[in-house]
């Protein structure tokens, strides 16, 4: 958070954190929840030195104490920033990618080691005239038509595929 050791010490945790989460971290951390659990972990949003929101991620741990007490609990945080940011990335690539394939016209099914089908595209709906449910869970060579000579090819697909080599099926 670029804070000195002496500027963060003492320091209200709650005023490092965006405004958002200010208000969330009632419903997020209260002394109910630590009835069953040792600890909690929660993700939330920290303000830096520079005014810039930082992922981060907190371990809150109560401290025993009489019950006479007001509860005190100790945090643990580490910044989780390019870890959230990569997730985030993740996230749209792969929705991006699954609108190509939603939305391109080419028919695609995706298989698992078993040649059972695992994923298919609208447009593969289209072409075969079987819906996804009618397709998902079945092997290829059960369900769709393929001649004597696919099959051989198929197959040997199938073994290099097994083999850890990649390949595209036409």
């Not at 929101?53 to 580490?78: A, C, D, F, L, Y």
């Amino acid at each position: 958070l670029d804070y000195s050791e002496n500027e963060i010490m003492n320091t209200e945790i709650f005023s490092l954190m965006c405004n958002e989460c200010k208000a969330r971290m009632p419903q997020m951390i209260h002394p109910d929840m630590f009835a069953e659990e040792k600890f909690i972990t929660i993700s939330f949003r920290m303000v830096n030195k520079n005014g810039k929101e930082i992922w981060s991620e907190g371990v809150v741990t109560p401290i025993e104490q009489n019950s006479n007490e007001q509860q005190k609990i100790i945090w643990h945080i580490r910044d989780i920033n390019e870890q959230y940011k990569s997730v985030q990335a993740l996230k749209e690539s792969e929705e991006k990618y699954r609108t190509i394939f939603q939305n391109m016209s080419l028919g695609i099914l995706q298989v698992d080691a078993d040649e059972n089908i695992i994923f298919v595209n609208p447009a593969m709906e289209k072409i075969t005239g079987y819906s996804s449910e009618e397709l998902l869970g079945h092997k290829t060579p059960d369900i769709l038509v393929i001649k004597p000579e696919q099959r051989l090819q198929l197959k040997s697909i199938l073994e290099k595929r097994l083999k850890g080599e990649a390949n595209v099926y036409e």
